[in-house]
């Protein structure tokens, strides 16, 4: 059995490609389309797997969309779990501007779940024996699905392995909030979603950490990774506050899936028992390397490999109570 198991509510078949100029109105003739596997989970797993560890990517997908996805995961010796549902798993596009640089990214909302769908998709992974290590829920909910899903998640998984799983959750809104509720090994929210979850500014370091420690504190979540973009990422814990800086990798190809990356990389050290700045460090140069390739390409192990003896020692923050 996966010591660790991701979770795509609303996987995506994601279609990359390139353009000289982004404008109205205008045929706009575009370089030749890749296709990826795409939606949360899977980028997690997908950068899991190329890490060595012990993974499987769990999806609920349908129709032609969601047979390309099963495809391209078998291509990549992703091990997979796919719960077949009635509607069409979406299609995602992004492109990139060549002359600027600019990545513009079409997301669509999915299929409509039936409520009986995405309960035994619940009950699945409750009663999973013997239970993972991790399970990493990632990604927005497809419409049907209740806000609370997460959560509920959360609690049946508790319920049934008390603390012997840990949850990692990443999405935002209503979902992350609810999650929270429930309280969650792990929640990497960016610094926009922290932002609108706290109705706070965060404008400053300190900020950002007082921030992420907070939901520690108030057992919301054991670890806090916060990503903050071109500024690095901060990661809390019990054990403390650390933030690490952005490595200058410039983003030609786009950003799309660089904070998978960064959880994938971050709970693959974890897991191995790295301490929280050094698992912090494997994040950082993880989200970096997902910027050297196109599309939803992801990071390379060797590229992760060969940037993390460049990410700086995180910097630990005192923050008082």
């Known amino acids: 059995m996966p010591a660790l198991i991701t979770l795509t509510l609303n996987p995506a ?25 795409g939606g949360g989970g899977i980028n997690v797993a997908r950068v899991l797997h190329r890490l060595g560890a012990d993974v499987c990517a769990w999806a609920l997908a349908g129709g032609a969309a969601g047979a390309q996805v099963q495809q391209l995961l078998a291509d990549e010796g992703v091990p997979t779990q796919l719960q077949r549902i009635a509607g069409d798993t ?27 769908e995405w309960q035994a998709c619940l009950d699945a992974l409750a009663t999973h024996a013997p239970p993972p290590r991790w399970l990493i829920a990632s990604g927005s909910l497809p419409p049907g699905t209740p806000d609370d899903f997460y959560a509920q998640l959360v609690r049946a998984v508790s319920a049934v392995s008390g603390q012997g ?27 926009r979603e922290l932002r609108d979850l706290l109705q706070q500014p965060l404008e400053h370091a300190a900020d950002w950490c007082k921030a992420a420690q907070s939901l520690v504190r108030s057992g919301a979540a054991d670890t806090v990774a916060l990503s903050i973009g071109e500024q690095g990422a901060v990661l809390a814990t019990r054990e403390g506050v650390w933030q690490a800086p952005a490595l200058n990798v410039p983003a030609t190809t786009g950003t799309t899936g660089a904070g998978d990356c960064f959880l994938a990389a971050l709970v693959w050290a974890l897991d191995r028992g790295d301490a929280p700045a050094e698992a912090l460090r494997w994040g950082v140069a993880a ?17 992760v490999q060969r940037l993390v003896r460049n990410v700086p020692a995180p910097v630990a923050f005192n923050i008082q109570p």
């Open 13 to 37: 078949l994601d279609l990359a490609t390139t353009t000289d100029h982004v404008a109205p109105t205008h045929k706009l003739r575009c370089g030749p389309v890749r296709r990826f596997a």
């Open 287 to 303: 989200g970096a390397a997902a910027l050297l390739h196109p599309g939803t390409s992801l990071a390379q192990a060797d590229d």
């Open 90 to 116: 979406r299609e995602n596009f992004s492109v990139v501007e060549t002359t600027t640089g600019q990545e513009f990214r079409f997301v669509l909302p999915g299929p409509t779940l039936q409520a009986s």
């Open 165 to 191: 799983v840990r949850v990692a959750v990443d999405t935002s809104g209503p979902p992350l909030a609810a999650a929270l509720k429930a309280g969650v090994g792990l929640v990497k929210p960016s610094l």
